[in-house]
C-alpha cells in the first residue's frame, strides 16, 4: 500500500503489529499491520479494511452501551450533560483565543458524535447554524434535539466559517477528505482538528492501536497542509502525558472485559430490575468520580510539554 499523503511506497516499511482493544472488532477490520512512510512521517494501517465492513461498525457497533471510548449508557442523559466537561471547555478556550467565534455562522462538525463542541460554541454565540456528518445510531436523536442538520458530506450545499473534526480523522481509510474541506470552506474559513500523536513514543508503549487507521505527526499535518494548500495557523501538542494515556486506555480495555462477563452483565439487570434509576444514575456519577485522577486533569490544560498524547491545531484555507 502506497502513503496515503505522498501516494509512494519508495520510504515506507513495515513498523510493528497492530493491536486491538477489543478484539472482537477484528471481524471488522481484519488482520492487520502497521506501515510509516520515512518522507512523510506518517503511519498507516495496511491493508485498510474495506468500506461497508467499516460503514456497518462506525453506523451500529462503535458506540453500543457499556463499550469504550465512550462508555454511553441506557440513559441519555447521562451523555447530553457532558457537554460542559473539562475537555470541551479546553476546545473552546482554544478556539475563542484563536478564532473571532462572533464572526462564525455555519460549522460544520465532521464525525460529531454527539455534537459537543458545536452545541458549547452555539450556546455562548447563538447566531451559529450547526451542520454535521454522523451515522452512529447511538448519536442521533442527541444531535437533532441539539439542532444539527446531519448530511452526508457529499450532499452538502453549504458553505462553511468553520469545519470541526475532533478524533476523526484517525478513523480514515486516507486523507482525502480534506480535498471536500476545501469545497465546503469559505474563502478564508479554519478548519480546527484534534487527533492522537504519534511519533516514535506512542509506538513503544501503547496497549493498542484498534479502531485507528491513520496515525499523525506535526510533520505529517504540515505536509497534508501542504498538499491541500492549506495554511498551518498553529499546531500544539496537547493533553495527558503518553504514560498517564497509556494507563487509562489499560484501565478502560480492563472495564470493558469485566462488564462483558456474564456475572457483570447480570449485576446490571439486577440493578436496573429492583433499584430506581435514580440510585443507578448515583451509583454512575460516583464509579466515574473514582476513575478520574483529579491530578491527571492538569494535562487538559498544558499544552506544548515533551509528551502530550494529542495533536490539536487550526488550518486556514487559503
Given at each position: ?45 495496511n491493508p485498510m479494511p474495506n468500506k461497508k465492513d467499516l460503514d456497518f461498525f462506525y453506523e451500529n457497533i462503535y458506540r453500543l452501551p457499556y463499550r469504550p471510548p465512550y462508555w454511553f449508557t441506557e440513559y441519555q442523559a447521562d451523555s447530553e450533560n457532558k457537554y460542559l466537561d473539562d475537555r470541551n471547555l479546553n476546545y473552546l478556550l482554544y478556539l475563542s483565543t484563536l478564532i473571532d467565534l462572533k464572526n462564525i455562522t455555519n460549522i460544520y462538525d465532521f464525525g460529531a458524535g454527539i ?204
Amino acid at each position: 500500500m502506497n502513503c496515503p499523503i505522498c501516494n509512494s511506497n519508495k520510504k515506507s516499511n513495515y513498523r510493528c503489529e497492530y493491536k486491538f482493544e477489543i478484539i472482537e472488532d477484528k471481524k471488522y477490520f481484519g488482520d492487520l499491520e502497521i506501515y510509516r512512510c520515512e518522507e512523510c512521517d506518517f503511519s498507516y494501517a495496511n491493508p485498510m479494511p474495506n468500506k461497508k465492513d467499516l460503514d456497518f461498525f462506525y453506523e451500529n457497533i462503535y458506540r453500543l452501551p457499556y463499550r469504550p471510548p465512550y462508555w454511553f449508557t441506557e440513559y441519555q442523559a447521562d451523555s447530553e450533560n457532558k457537554y460542559l466537561d473539562d475537555r470541551n471547555l479546553n476546545y473552546l478556550l482554544y478556539l475563542s483565543t484563536l478564532i473571532d467565534l462572533k464572526n462564525i455562522t455555519n460549522i460544520y462538525d465532521f464525525g460529531a458524535g454527539i455534537g459537543d463542541l458545536g452545541y458549547a460554541i452555539k450556546k455562548k454565540f447563538p447566531q451559529v447554524n450547526l451542520f454535521c456528518t454522523e451515522y452512529d445510531k447511538q448519536c442521533l436523536n442527541i444531535l437533532n434535539k441539539r439542532g444539527y442538520i446531519n448530511k452526508e458530506i457529499e450532499l452538502l450545499d453549504k458553505k462553511f466559517d468553520l469545519i470541526i473534526t475532533t478524533h476523526s480523522l484517525e478513523h480514515l481509510t486516507n486523507i482525502e477528505i480534506f480535498n471536500r474541506f476545501n469545497e465546503i470552506l469559505k474563502p478564508n474559513g479554519f478548519i480546527f482538528f484534534e487527533i492522537p500523536y504519534c511519533p516514535e513514543q506512542y509506538f513503544s508503549g501503547r496497549p493498542y492501536d484498534g479502531p485507528h487507521l491513520l496515525f499523525y505527526t506535526k510533520k505529517s499535518i504540515e505536509k497534508i497542509s501542504k498538499k491541500f494548500d492549506l495554511e498551518v495557523i498553529r499546531v500544539d501538542t496537547c493533553s495527558y502525558s503518553f504514560l498517564e494515556d497509556y494507563k487509562f486506555q489499560r484501565e478502560s480495555q480492563e472495564r470493558y472485559y469485566n462488564i462483558k462477563s456474564q456475572v457483570s452483565f447480570n449485576f446490571i439487570k439486577f440493578l436496573k430490575k429492583f433499584i430506581p434509576q435514580s440510585f443507578i444514575k448515583m451509583r454512575q456519577s460516583i464509579l466515574n468520580l473514582k476513575s478520574v485522577d483529579e491530578m491527571s486533569k492538569l494535562g487538559l490544560f498544558t499544552s506544548n510539554s515533551d509528551d502530550n498524547t494529542y495533536l490539536r491545531g487550526i488550518l486556514k484555507k487559503n
